[in-house]
T-cell receptor, first 113, second 116 residues
Framework: DAKTTQPTSMDCAEGRAANLPCNHS???????VYWYRQIHSQGPQYIIH???NNETNEMASLIITEDRKSSTLILPHATLRDTAVYYC??????????????FGSGTQLTVLP | DTEVTQTPKHLVMGMTNKKSLKCEQH?????MYWYKQKAKKPPELMFV???????INESVPSRFSPECPNSSLLNLHLHALQPEDSALYLC???????????????FGEGSWLTVV
């Protein structure tokens, strides 16, 4: 499985966009990029995932580079409640075998008032 | 809001006790998971059930015993635990075990376990 690299921590001002980078230079063609976040003392929360194209939902946008070696999660208007550890995960979707989420170290995002 | 419900939220048990953690989902998912999370560390996969059958055991010690009585329920039986087993235990579920577009894993809020 592809390994991901994320900054250990980031700060963002409330109301500004939070851009969280993730490097996955060894990603293969059938591997998806997933983002989860974990607010302190809660279970991980699914945010978004993508394969090649950029994706957007009500929570965030996911920008994947053309070579797929890196991606950026964008929270367009960060609030204090977005303070959490954000995990970028790359997992394959092969047929005939079970592939699960394996969490890396993640990025601690702190939204400052 | 999560649709995966875990009970109890907090559990304190002695090293000679037998206790169980319970997990329930009513989303019709056929894959269920147990993860363990130590403080300031990412979650680590323990077990995977697919269609009520154990499909993955990540070399977990036998003092942890999973059980899937039906497609909506997942238990984790605990016996003779050690203090280092104190952690947050997370249950999760997904439509299938294979990750693909639309097949998202959803997590419960976790059960905090303290072994004394």
């Amino acid at each position: 499985d592809a390994k991901t690299t994320q900054p250990t921590s980031m700060d963002c001002a409330e109301g500004r966009a939070a851009n969280l980078p993730c490097n996955h230079s060894t990603i293969s063609g059938n591997e998806y990029v997933y983002w989860y976040r974990q607010i302190h003392s809660q279970g991980p929360q699914y945010i978004i995932h993508g394969l090649k194209n950029n994706e957007t939902n009500e929570m965030a946008s996911l920008i994947i580079t053309e070579d797929r070696k890196s991606s950026t999660l964008i929270l367009p208007h960060a609030t204090l409640r977005d303070t959490a550890v954000y995990y970028c995960i790359v997992r394959a979707s092969p047929s005939g075998s079970a592939r699960q989420l394996t969490f890396g170290s993640g990025t601690q995002l702190t939204v400052l008032p | 809001d999560t649709e995966v419900t875990q009970t109890p939220k907090h559990l304190v048990m002695g090293m000679t006790n037998k206790k169980s953690l319970k997990c329930e989902q009513h989303m019709g998912h056929r894959a269920m998971y147990w993860y363990k999370q130590k403080a300031k560390k990412p979650p680590e996969l323990m077990f995977v059930y697919s269609y009520e059958k154990l499909s993955i055991n990540e070399s977990v010690p036998s003092r942890f015993s999973p059980e899937c009585p039906n497609s909506s329920l997942l238990n984790l039986h605990l016996h003779a635990l050690q203090p280092e087993d104190s952690a947050l235990y997370l249950c999760a579920s997904s439509q299938r075990t294979v990750l693909s577009s639309g097949n998202t894993i959803y997590f419960g809020e976790g059960s905090w376990l303290t072994v004394v």
